[in-house]
Structures are given as structure tokens and as C-alpha cells.
């Protein structure tokens, strides 16, 4: 039986309770295509397929993921975008989508997607600086920045995510840096440890290793909470500076798509923090996974969108 058909008749028993019938959606209808715009062994790729598989298993229907790369994932922007919004073509991506839209790489809003579901949290992140830096915390390397206006530099993406998050620094706490390339983790690394950067970010699980080593000194941690697996990490809200970043995968379908069929979807994703095989994929990841509805979705991405398109103009990166 399809999970929507499943759905239905659970929402038909409650109706005598009071609980609000869920219609049926009858989806899904044959093979799911998730649209993963990445190349294939990378992080969004792994967690796109582990994701799949929950999916898979949770409904019986095939799904299929499709690594679409090209035009830097806005090539799979558009595969879902111009699909049929049936539910059967979906798209599972963090939010560069809103970086790319609101700095001109894709010229669609995402009012021309629906989100539906959360997938999953990318692994947690750092700052960090060389073993031997003057700061010991993220409020000592922002008020050093105030001091000197321009003069620390920071390791980013120009133009992604990890330019936004600097720039978010920028704006919460009212200093200038001096923002460098620094693409891939790795960069990052050498860059620190030659002393090219001052600080940079990556992922809390590297930066472990190299705090161990005495090879790196985390600053601060960019969850908007403390994180158990990481304890010697002090978020950066707790130390007083306004900064806050996460990256979540989103589920997004077409614009235009049939509410009971993104709610039968939405509910298909909500065991997956219950589900063992779910849980021991995630903890090999070192991500995470938060259930939200879809009300709840629609609204970190339009408070996310928001505060992206504020960051653009204020980096002076935002499409004409």
C-alpha cells in the first residue's frame, strides 16, 4: 500500500477523535528522482543518499538520485523547478540555492519552489586560528577587528556560503575584515597553519583532530547551541557575539504543487530521527536531523532568504 493511502486511512480512524483528516495524496507514483546539484562523494551527495535510502525504505517506491553539478547545482535547480510538481521529481539542497539566487548565479526566487521537508543538518563548524594566534575566543578575535579596522583576514568562499557567514560577523557586530579565497577545507587548513589567514572555518570534527595535535586552536563554534558531541567548543552566542549558522538540507519540489501531496511527503520524513539505521548513518556524518513541518520549513526558508538577501547588499554581492 503507498503511503499515501496509509496516511489516509490513519487520518480516517482519527476523524472520530477530532484529528484532522490527512487527504489522500496517492503519492508516491512510481520512482522518485531527488535531484542532489552536486558531483557524486561529496558531502551533500552522501547525505542525499542516505536520505534516499530512509525515503526508499519508508514509502517502498524506488528513488533515484540524480547528481546534477553543472552551472554550480543550478543546473538541478532548473531539472526541479521545470518538473511536473507532482511530488515525483524533488530536490534536496542546503542554502546556497538562496546565495546563488540573490547574488545573480540563478535568476529564479524561491518563490518558484515549494519546501516541503528538512533532510538533514551538515556537520557542525568552527572558527579557527594557528595554534600560537593572540585570541583565545571569537569575542577577542572580533574586538581585535574593531580595533583595527580591515587588517584580520578571514578564509571564505567569495560569493558562497562561507562569505556570508563572515559577512554575517561583519554586520551582528559592526567591524570590517579583510576577506581572502579560501575555497576547500584543505585551503583553509594550510592557509591557517602557514599563517596566510588568520581564521577560518571547518568542520568541528577536523578541527577535533587538530586541536589535538596542537596544530590549530578553535575559537568558536557556529551552532546556535552548545553541541555534546563537541564540549570543548563554545558556541559564539554564548560568548556574546551575534553569530548563528547552520546549514540544513532542505527538500524543495516545484512551485505550485498540491498541498495534501507536500504534506504526505513532509510526513514521510518524520521517523527519520527514530529510524537506527538513520540515526547510525547520521553519526558516522557527524550531522544531524531536526523534524520540522511544513509550516516550520516554509518559514526558516523564508527567514533564511531574508537574511541572505540583507548579507548580499551588505557584501555588495547582490544581483543587479
Not at 503519492?27 to 526508499?56: C, E, H, N
Not at 599563517?195 to 571547518?202: K, R, T, V
Request: glycine letters at 10%; proline letters at 6%.
Amino acid at each position: 500500500m503507498r503511503l499515501g493511502s496509509i496516511l489516509a486511512l490513519a487520518a480516517m480512524a482519527c476523524i472520530g477523535l477530532g484529528a484532522p483528516a490527512l487527504a489522500d495524496a496517492n503519492w508516491p507514483r512510481g520512482t522518485i528522482k531527488l535531484v542532489v546539484p552536486s558531483k557524486a562523494g561529496g558531502g551533500t551527495d552522501v547525505m542525499g543518499r542516505i536520505f534516499a535510502d530512509y525515503l526508499q525504505r519508508k514509502t517502498g517506491a524506488s528513488v533515484a538520485v540524480i547528481n546534477q553539478p553543472g552551472g554550480g547545482g543550478t543546473v538541478g535547480y532548473e531539472m526541479v523547478r521545470t518538473a511536473r510538481p507532482d511530488g515525483q521529481t524533488l530536490l534536496f539542497m542546503h542554502t546556497s540555492i538562496m546565495i546563488h539566487a540573490h547574488t545573480g548565479r540563478y535568476p529564479h526566487p524561491m518563490s518558484d519552489f515549494t519546501p516541503i521537508a528538512m533532510g538533514q543538518i551538515y556537520p557542525s563548524q568552527v572558527y579557527a586560528v594557528a595554534p600560537d594566534a593572540p585570541w583565545n575566543t571569537l569575542r577577542d578575535f572580533v574586538e581585535d577587528a574593531r580595533a583595527n579596522p580591515g587588517k584580520l583576514t578571514v578564509g571564505v568562499s567569495l560569493g558562497g556560503t562561507t562569505h556570508f557567514m563572515a559577512g554575517l560577523i561583519e554586520q551582528a557586530e559592526n567591524v570590517k575584515l579583510k576577506m581572502v579565497e579560501a575555497s576547500a577545507e584543505v585551503d583553509k587548513v594550510a592557509a591557517i597553519q602557514g599563517g596566510h589567514i588568520d581564521m577560518g572555518n571547518l568542520g568541528a570534527r577536523s578541527a577535533e583532530q587538530f586541536v589535538a595535535e596542537h596544530k590549530m586552536k578553535v575559537l568558536a563554534l557556529t551552532d546556535p547551541e552548545p553541541n555534546p558531541d563537541f564540549p570543548d567548543f563554545k558556541p559564539a552566542l554564548d560568548q556574546g557575539v551575534k553569530l548563528s549558522w547552520q546549514t540544513p538540507l532542505i527538500v524543495f519540489g516545484p512551485a505550485g504543487m498540491d498541498v495534501a501531496t507536500v504534506e504526505v511527503i513532509n510526513e514521510a520524513t518524520r521517523g527519520m530521527a527514530d529510524d537506527p539505521a538513520m540515526r547510525e548513518s547520521l553519526k558516522k556524518m557527524s550531522s544531524s536531523y531536526v523534524y520540522r513541518t511544513v509550516g516550520e520549513t516554509r518559514a526558516y526558508v523564508d527567514e533564511e532568504d531574508e537574511r541572505i538577501a540583507q548579507l548580499a547588499e551588505k557584501l555588495g554581492i547582490a544581483a543587479k
